[in-house]
Structure formats: C-alpha cells, structure tokens
C-alpha cells in the first residue's frame, strides 16, 4: 500500500491530467480533494482526447474508484453535463463515481455574482473564469453554503435557497445595479438535476478510511496549482481553495498519516493564466513560439496562456510547501527545437539579489529574473520512453533542474500520449 498526492508546482496547466492518468493502474481508488469546473485536465487514451473539469482523471479506466471529496466546489449542471460527455463517448461512469454529500455547490446566483463584481473591481480584476467558484467558496466559509446533501432534503434547500438569495439580489440589484435571480426558477432547475446526482452521493470521508484501513491504495488529484493556493500562491491572483498538499487532507477527511509520497508536476517551462505577476514572462517570439508549440490555451476557457522560462525559486518554493519528495517534468519536447534555453535561478528586487521565491506579491511585481543560459538540443525527444536515449543537452538540462529544485526528476513525459512517458522510477514505490 502507497498513498500518492499528485499535485502542480506552477500555476497550474502543468498537465497532472495525464500523469493521474498513467498511474491510477497503480493505484485503487483517484480522489479529486479542491477546486471547481474552472479546472480543466486533459487525457489523450488510445488517440482520443478527454477533457475532464470536475470528475478525476481515474474515470477512463472502469475497475477504479472515483472520488469527489468534500473539498470540491460542485455544479450540478456541469457535473451532469460531464457525465454525459463521458457516458455518449462509451466510458462507464456509475458506480465507480462516488461524491461526498458535503461537497458545496454553485448555484446560479454564484456564477451572477462571480461576473458582475470582476466587472465592478476594474483594474483590480484577478481573470476569474465566471463560473462561480470564488463565491460558492465565500458562502461556505460565511456559513451559508448549500450543500449536496442538502438536495436529499428538498423543504430545507428551498429554505435555504429563499434566504441566500434574498441577500444575494440585494447586492446584484442594489450594488451592481443588475437584475435579481428567481428562487423558485432555480429551485426546480437544481431539483431537476437532483435525481441524476444523488445515486452518486456518499459518505466519502469514510469511504476512503474504510479503503485505508483495507490496504487499498489511494491517489489524489489535485487541480490548479500551488502558486495558486489561497494560502500560499501569489495572493490575491489566486483560486479559492487550497490547491497545495494540504487541500488533499482538509478536502478529503484524510488523515495526514495516511499519506506516503507527493508527486508534483512541473512543466519544463512555465505558464500561467489570467492576471498576476510572472516574473519569466516571454512577450517576444520566444513565447509565442512555446504557447504555439506548447498548444498553451486553457482547457476549459480556450484561453491563451503566458509563457516563460523555466523558474526555479518558484518551483523550489513549490516543494517546500507541500512536502514533495518527488517530480515529475512535462512537455520537454515542446524545447527540442529552442537552440538556447534559460532557467530563471534568482530574482534581483529593488537592486537586490534574492534567491528564494517572495511571497508578497508587491514584490514579485518588482522582480527580474537572473537568468543562467543552457545550450538547446536540436534533436527530437518527442515519444522518447527510455531515459538513455533522450540528448545528452536534454539529461543536463533535467539535471540542472533537479539541482535547483532539490527534488528529483522521476517521471518525464515527452508527448501527450499515456504511453508517451519516461518512467525513471514507480512514484508508488517504497522507497
């Protein structure tokens, strides 16, 4: 028995989709511990491309089980409309989906409330993806949060639902000057969405204990990345939930003893999207190029993604956060054609030298990135499978990193493809 959590160091893209994907033939049961439908991750299987926002990666393969933890921000229609996707498309997705009852649920008026107050921040907007998640994790941390069991008892989410929104169409009518939302309208739009969901819901909390207790081994997915953590990303050009190590523990009702190993993913280079700093952001043909070659455009809002050298503070920052014993690098062969490649090993910030990763973010606003130069290596490492035959500049380029990171590289993925993948040593593995 090995426990994993598998999780980005960037700000997320980082493609955790397909390393789930690769190694829940190693594991039991996948459990999805944060984050919303604005996460997108996705899955080439036997040349056909799934692209999965809310039910975890382990779904392609039927003899597993499936988990949405507690820690899930869930919309019943995209839930539903997922499903379906999956379902029309000849996977099985019955009782190897399993939903915690206490997973939150974005509702209508979140997703009014998500678009209309970015519009009212101006220039302080953080690229939110107006779906609703910021606000359904608002209202679970002021306490008035609907719940998926909730749906079981439908007179309390009417209750419920009445009074949440008599203080959310005062803000959209009052402060944002547009129109209120029906309560009974979306009444019966959830509770039509209800009967399709509730077969699924469990106690999932004791689910995965029982699966502990019963040896099984268990792997987390996380979503987004850890520089956007709430807690410890670039604050507040975050998400809104803990997409860090913790997230797994406080987003399942797993214990912290239950875990073994953590796997982040790391991209050979770095990317993010929406607003915030960037210190090794490439607004040049350079970053045009990896965007393009990359395929760098978001897999649930198709938008283009920044682009930049790889930065190591950032990464090396990433896995002192969440207790990585482990990574693993993707995209490598998006660089095979690059004839000169850089690694960011330090900022200078206001004329200073500074080695490790700030968190303020006024600061990393300021920062400029001190660049070390490695020669590029003009050869194809793209559908490579053994780590001997990738180019001698790739191997330095891999070892220098892991140098920086002070965590070693072992998982590389040279295509998207699950087979696509160089397997220096099992994550699962004891060690």
């Keep these: ?188 739009q959830t509770m039509a969405l209800a009967d399709r969901i509730l077969p699924f819901m469990d106690d999932t909390a004791l689910t995965l204990h029982h699966a502990i207790r019963d040896k099984k081994t268990l ?59 960037f210190p090794t952001e490439l607004i040049n043909e350079s970053g045009e190029y990896l965007r393009e070659k990359g395929q760098e455009f978001g897999a649930t809002t198709g938008r283009a993604r920044r682009c930049g050298w790889f930065d190591a503070p950032a990464v090396r920052y990433a896995c002192r956060i969440n207790g990585i014993s482990e990574i693993a690098l993707t995209k490598i062969d998006v660089l095979d054609a690059l004839p000169t490649l850089k690694i960011a090993t330090g900022y200078e910030i206001h004329g200073k030298k500074v080695e490790e990763f700030p968190r303020r973010v006024e600061l990393l606003e300021a920062a400029r990135p001190i660049y070390e130069s490695h020669p590029g290596w003009s050869q194809p490492t793209s559908g490579v499978r053994n780590y001997d035959a990738l180019p001698d500049n790739a191997k330095r380029y891999i070892a220098r990193i892991e140098e920086l990171i002070e965590v070693p590289v072992t998982v590389l993925s040279t295509g998207v493809g699950r087979e696509d993948t160089v397997l220096r040593q099992d994550p699962f593995a004891a060690r």
């Design 219 to 277: 792997l987390f997915e996380g979503a987004q990345g850890t520089l956007l953590d709430v807690d410890h990303g670039t604050y507040p050009f975050v998400t809104s939930s803990n997409s860090s190590a913790g997230g797994a523990l406080t987003g399942t009702g797993v214990g912290p003893t239950a875990i073994d190993r953590v796997l982040g993913v790391t991209k050979a280079y770095t990317t993010r999207v929406g607003s915030g700093p």
């Design 1 to 188: 028995m090995s426990n994993l959590i598998v999780l980005g160091t960037q700000w997320g893209d980082e493609g955790k989709g397909k390393i789930v994907d690769l190694l829940t033939d190693r594991a039991d049961v996948i459990v999805r511990y944060q984050g919303g439908h604005n996460a997108g991750h996705t899955i080439v299987s036997n040349g056909e491309k799934f692209i999965l926002h809310l039910i975890p990666s382990g779904i392609l393969h039927p003899d597993k089980l499936c988990v949405i933890g507690n820690g899930v921000a869930l919309d019943p229609q995209a839930l539903v409309e997922e499903r379906d996707m999956l379902t029309t498309r000849g996977v099985t997705v019955d009782k190897n989906l399993r939903i915690s009852d206490a997973c939150h649920l974005i509702l209508p008026y979140h997703r009014a409330i998500d678009k209309e107050s970015e519009k009212f921040r101006g220039t302080r907007r953080i690229g939110t993806t107006g779906r609703g998640i910021g606000p359904a994790y608002v209202d679970k941390m002021a306490r008035i949060g609907i719940r998926l069991g909730d749906l079981a008892n439908p007179a309390l989410f009417r209750e419920k639902l009445e009074q949440n929104l008599a203080e959310t169409n005062y803000l959209l009518e009052k402060l944002y000057t547009t129109h209120g939302l029906d309560a009974e309208t979306i009444y019966g």
